[in-house]
């Protein structure tokens, strides 16, 4: 079975310092500052995941990065969002406040720049019953 590569991105000597070696940033590190946030924004329910991010989550390890999906490209870095939204909420704008968040984050925290941002909404999360009745 071929082992997967680890790739990672490197990143600029921040202005006005000396470089004194070689900064690189793993994909899964991009993918959970993403993941994050996300989660911030108000109106996301939470992030889709795999059946293996479930099963970490049952037994109590929170996984930042599931929902979120990076590639590095010769045009820049694009990262996919999978999320649910809570029902009624304007979905244009969340989504739009998702894309401004992540592109925010991931620049502050490691200086990369962008180049897509995609957000696929991949459900609605309604309230429960048992809320509405406890009037």
């Not at 930042?64 to 029902?87: A, F, N, R, S």
């Amino acid at each position: 079975m071929a082992e997967k590569e680890i790739q990672s991105l490197p990143q600029s000597t921040p202005n006005g310092k000396e470089a004194l070696g070689d900064i690189e940033v793993a994909p899964e590190v991009i993918e959970v500052i993403a993941g994050i946030a996300t989660t911030e924004v108000e109106g996301i329910f939470g992030t889709r995941g795999t059946f293996a991010t479930g099963v970490a989550e049952k037994f109590g390890k929170k996984v930042h990065g599931k929902g979120i999906k990076t590639e590095w490209t010769e045009d820049g870095l694009i990262v996919d969002v999978y999320c649910v939204v809570q029902y009624g909420v304007a979905v244009a704008h969340v989504a739009r406040e998702v894309q401004r968040q992540i592109r925010e984050s991931i620049e502050n925290m490691t200086d990369l720049q962008t180049k897509e941002v995609n957000v696929h909404i991949t459900g609605v999360q309604f309230e429960q019953a048992a809320n509405s009745k406890a009037e």
